[in-house]
Each structure stands twice: as C-alpha cells, then as structure tokens.
C-alpha cells in the first residue's frame, strides 16, 4: 500500500481533481515520474499537512506563482483550485492587490489576466 | 488633513511599529518619499483593504518575500509583522513549507534561516 | 478634486494614451483599483516627479521590465511610450543591448523580438 | 580574419545550424550586431573553450535556461542542440528532474512541456 | 524500514556529508520535516535516480544554484559536493563561465567568489 | 595589438578605474578569462558603441542589477560609475524610484540602502 500516492491523489482531487488528470495525462509519455512526485511530494507530504487549511495553503500557492512569473499554466489550476477549497474570487483578486507593493504591476497584471480568464469560463 | 498617509501610520502600527520607525529613519536623508510611498500607498491604500484580514495579507507578503529571494531584511520585518498580527511560529514555517513544490529548497531554507533568528530574539 | 488621479492620467497620456485606455478597460470588470493605482500611484506619483526626464524614465522601464522576464504585454506599452516621449527606435535597441552583460542573451531577445513587432506595426 | 566569428559559426553549426539561422535572420533587420555577439562572444569564445565537453555545456544551458524562465524559445534551441551533441532524450529528462529540489515543480513542468515538443517534432 | 530516508540518507554522504549535517542539525529544532524532505525528495527520490551519474546532477545543480541567485549557501554545499563525487575545480568554474550568456557577469561572478573562498578553505 | 581589451580598458577606466583594477585583481587566480571578457565584451564590445551616452548605459546598469536582485556588489561599481560618469545622486535615487511601479518597494530598498553607504563614503 502506497499511503503518501493514496494521500496525494485525494488531496490533489480537492484542490483541483481535472487539472489533476490533465497534468497526469501530459507527463505519461514523457516523464510519469514527475507525475507520481506531484502526487507523492506536494500533494501526499505537503498539502496533507496541519497548521495550514486548504484556503490558506492555496493562498499561498498562488502568491508564489504570481511572484516567480512564466507560470501561467500552474495559475490556472490554482486559481481553480483556490475557488475549489472554498476562496472567493474577491479574496484571490485581493491577494493579487496585497502582492502590488512587493512585486510591482507587472507580475500583478499577469495573474488578474489569468484569473479573468477562468472566472469567465466558470461563469459559462 | 491626508488620510492616506494617516491611515498608513496606523496600519504600518498594527503591522509592525518598530520596524517601520526604523526604516522611515533609514530613509530620512537619502529618500524620504520613498517613506512616505511606503506609508501611503503599501499600508494606506493597500494594507487597509478590505477582503483579505492582516494575517492573510501577512501570509500573502512573507510568500511573496521568500519567492522572490534578496529580500531578508524585508523578511525579518514581516515575520515579526505576521506574529505580531496573530499568526503563530508555527504557520509562518508551514507557509514557508507550502512554497517547498513551488519554489524548491534554496529559498525556503533561507527563510527559515531569517524566521529561526526572529523567534530566537523574541525569546530573550 | 483627485489631483494624483488626475495627474495620472495626465502623465500616462504623455507616455502611451492609447495602451492606458486598454489596460483600464481590461481591469474594470474585475480589478478596478488596480487601475486607479496604476493612474495615482505610478504616473500620478512617479512619472511626475522632476529628477528625470520622460526619456529616462522610459529608459528605465523598458530595462526593468525586460530584466525581471514574464513582461511582454508590459513591454509592447512602455517601448511604444519610449517611442512616443522621444525615444528613437536605435535608443531603444541600444538600451537592450546595454544589458547583454547583466542579463545574457536570452532576455535581451526577448525584448527584442517585442520591438520588432512593435516597430512594424508603426510603419503600416 | 575573424577568428572569433569563423569559431562561433563553426561551434553554432555543432550544437545546432537551424536554429542558427533562423535566429541570425531574425535579427538581421533590427539588431544584426547582437547576432555578432552570439557568434563571437557565446560561440566563439565561451562553447569552443576547453575544460567541459559540448554535451556537459549543453548539460549547463538548458539547466540555466530552465531556471530563470520566460526562455521557452531558447529551450526549443538549446533541447534541440542538446540532442545534437549527443544527450539522449532520457538525460535530458533527468537534468530537469534533478532542478526539481531547487526550483519547484512550475519551472520544470515547462521546461518538460517543451521538450515534449521537440521530440515530438523529430519523430515526423 | 523506510527506504526512501535511507536511501536519502546515503546519497547524501555520497555528495557532502559534512554539510548535511550541519543543514540537519540548524533545521531540527524549528522544521525538522524540512531536513526529511531534503533526505527523503530531494536526495532519496531524486539524486539516487539513474539516467544521469552525480557528477553530471552536480554539474546541474550548481547551475541552478547560480542562476537562480541568492543561494550563497547552498552554492557552498554543492561546490564542495561537486568536489566531493569528483568534477574538478576547473570543471566548476567552467560551468560557471559557460552560465554567462545565459545569466551575465553578475550572478556568474557572485559563485565564482564563493568557489574561490571553498578552493581556498580546502587548501589548508 | 588587441583593440577590443584595449578599448575595454579605456572604457572602463572611464566608468570606475578603482572597482576595475579589484574585480581584475579578485579573478587573477581562479578564473582570468572572466576579467578578459569583462574588460573585451562588456566594455570593449558593449559600452564603447554609440547610441546612448555613457549616463544613459549607466542608467540602464543600476537599472537591471536593482531589478535582478542579489547584486550589492556589482550595483556598488556602478553606482560608483554612474556618479563618475556624471549622474547625480539625485539622478540615480530618482531612477531606483522609478522601478517602484515595475520592482515593488524589497529591491528598491535594496539598493537604496547600496547607494545610501556609497554616497556616505564619498563625503569621508
């Protein structure tokens, strides 16, 4: 029995279970490992852990992506995921807003263009 | 009479009063508009927000401190601004554990390098 | 009367009018305040300032923005602006080539390939 | 006689010829002595030293590449050139699954979704 | 039996023990999972891969180091682990010099300085 | 007779003779080609061209080392550089305040705090 695969796979599943299959699907051919390490590692160690909730890891989660930049991809499925866990589009655009006087506009931008982006398909 | 600058004293207070006394002191002869942005845009427009609560807002600043890196005086003044808005030592290194898949190692062993001496300080 | 606003949109008309409607169309349904910070905060408080010229202060954006990477749609604005405060076209490259030694090449091209669609677009 | 640039040309052609000429055709209009760089100064002086083989300095460029990001048109090249000297698609792979303690997962991911896309090309 | 942390455990010592003990040791009381993450993902999971031998996974890694700046300490362990599973100072510095037209002279002169100061520390 | 280190010499005597006699002397033995291509690339190549003057290559300097971050070192030479070549302090705070909108406040603090110790060593 692999508890920390098992772990993963259901925490992954409530952040954000189809981008889940779509990530998996993508690396299959090419590189699984790295699926099983997402699953095993950032989903199985890391998001299972206590001291945080979902809400707050997601919060988080996509501060970091907006910070580093060239993450468009892995904004999406958090920024899903982040409405998944229970934030509101309010809070993430908020989260953005508090990023201004530590990143600037630029990165800032960016992620509110992304998330314009999936609150309008989520509204379809 | 300028409330943003008012509202900025007051929010920079409930964040961190003794921090930014020193940095306001740091700029005096060099930059001090840099203070007064500082004051006005970063905690009197933005900290004072609405949406987020000052322990989200401090979640938000410590990530995007520790993703971007060069950034440990900053680092030290938003740790000891998380505790002091109610955060415990306990979610500041869980944060800091939530960026390990996004970000990697280096980082995240450089902030917990910056929050192991602001706790240690805060016990003398 | 909102004199920073005001200014604001004052100076962004100087540096790029056309790009300034679009980018505040773009966050009005979702991010307002994002553009009302972008018309107070950087044109209203800091293009006005005196110290540098709008040249330099295009200078200095084009090689922020093309240095910290993930900025294309920032670069497409601000290296018409240069062009639009007096920036020749060859200044504009030159100031890329500049950072060749502090950035390497990938950067460099980059920005360089946003110039030249730029740069073609203004000649039809 | 131009030492450094013959040098350049012939290391260019080593590591990979296409994407030599298309990158020298794209700059020839806007800034052909950038072009002169990555022959000279990249090629001629830097690949055709001594002391690491061209399939370690290819080893070094995409792991370099990887990191900072935003580079996903100088992967598609330098995968391509890794190949060309002789790593295999698995190596390749691996290096990127070796930046994963360092970097994180979104970086890597990119660099994998790239390469996906230079192996599937060189299947056709 | 927990082989991933064995397996961690004994790459480990394979690269540099001496400074996974003293990572170990300034983790342990503040975020002692983080040392078994280091342990178990990045030496169990992925250093002990196949595909690429540790001399080459050094040669990666201390150019991510590089690149990614502000990794001074962790620049310090892995040139000394590059030492240690066998590439040469030579080696080092020219995979740094290979970095520079990809990354520029700064972050490239920043590791040389730390490798100058590792080389030395081994002389005596 | 080498033209590019002999006009990469001039040029950066005229930028900071100091800083370059030191940087030259740190890399005498452990890696001199990298004094070699700073002195022949980046000043022989990049500074000697015409198209900006030297304030304005400068500008662009301090500029992209404030915003790549992790480069008190290199932006000490050339905050040196800039007042030598006839910038002033006025001038180069004014930029660092111009990257706020682009870099937010960590970075620009940064290198305030690089400036502020430069300025005070040139009046003892």
């Known amino acids: 029995m ?3 695969l098992d772990t993963g ?3 992954l599943k409530q952040v954000n279970g189809q981008a889940a299959d779509d990530v ?3 690396l299959r051919d090419i590189a699984p490992d ?4 997402i699953l095993e590692f950032a989903f199985g160690d ?3 852990r206590s001291g945080l909730d979902l809400k707050q890891r997601e919060l988080v989660t996509i501060t970091s992506l907006l910070t580093q930049g ?3 991809g892995q904004l999406k499925v958090h920024i899903q995921g982040s409405l998944h866990v229970g934030l509101t589009e309010k809070q993430i655009i908020e989260a953005f807003i508090q990023c201004l006087p530590y990143v600037g ?3 800032v931008l960016n992620a509110i263009a992304v998330a314009k982006d999936i ?3 989520n509204k379809n």
């Open 70 to 72: 060239d993450t468009e």
């Open 46 to 48: 890391i998001y299972s």
């Open 2 to 4: 692999n508890t920390r």
């Open 105 to 107: 506009f630029p990165k």
């Open 9 to 11: 796979k259901e925490m």
């Open 24 to 26: 998996m699907k993508s």
């Open 34 to 37: 790295v699926g099983k390490f």
């Open 119 to 121: 609150f309008a398909q």
